[in-house]
């Protein structure tokens, strides 16, 4: 599958638990990133400052659905069933 343009749900459902331009602290799940243009592009794309996580994403019809909405709920339920207990 290729990532749907103007998407960003993989910017915005997962957190990021590494320091990234304008986040030096990360984000929390759901948090949208800073580094997200307005229309929904990577600002970091292939610059080495974007996290190895965002590097290693690869879309999938199993993790973003048929739309953002999906893809959001989907990569959140994700994050949740995954996230180490605190």
Do not use: H, Y
């Amino acid at each position: 599958m290729e990532c749907r343009m103007g998407c960003g749900a993989c910017c915005i459902a997962p957190s990021i638990r590494t320091p990234m331009p304008n986040m030096p602290q990360g984000k929390k799940a759901g948090e949208r990133c800073l580094n997200l243009s307005d229309d929904n592009l990577c600002k970091l794309f292939g610059l080495p400052e974007r996290p190895a996580f965002c590097g290693v994403f690869q879309a999938e019809v199993s993790v973003c659905g048929s739309s953002q909405a999906e893809a959001i709920q989907l990569i959140g339920w994700l994050e949740g069933a995954t996230a180490e207990a605190s």
